[in-house]
């Protein structure tokens, strides 16, 4: 029975969750995946996306780009020090290949906190 009239109990550990989740990649072993990433997309009926639906998901990112880079100008210190060391721990690990989404995610990351330092001083002044 879930909680009725009080908040439940914060997580200590939610953040690290999503990064967990990312260092083990939903089930990745030491040598991989221990799924055959073929076999997987054969189950998954993966629906094809008009023209239409490809342009409303490109707006929705830019929209939220922008959001993010507000909610950027107005974070504190310790706050855009969190945004790069995220855009830090998604890059490639040690010894493994580095896959070009994951280091351009990670650079987009670290121009999405610069790109709000240039109104920062409007936002706090």
Not at 20 to 41: F, H, I, L, T, Y
């Amino acid at each position: 029975m879930p909680h009725q009239g009080a908040d439940p109990p914060i997580d200590k550990l939610l953040p690290e969750r999503p990064l967990a989740r990312w260092d083990d990649e939903g089930g990745a072993g030491p040598c991989g995946p221990q799924v055959d990433a073929a076999s997987v997309e054969d189950r998954v009926v993966f629906p094809k996306m008009a023209e239409a639906e490809w342009t409303a998901l490109h707006v929705r990112v830019i929209a939220l780009e922008n959001l993010v880079i507000s909610l950027l100008a107005t974070a504190s210190d310790l706050q855009l020090a969190q945004a790069r060391d995220m855009a830090s721990v998604i890059a490639p690990r040690a010894g493994f290949t580095p896959h070009p989404l994951t280091t351009h995610a990670a650079a987009h990351m670290l121009d999405l906190v610069e790109r709000a330092a240039r109104f920062r001083d409007r936002a706090i002044g």
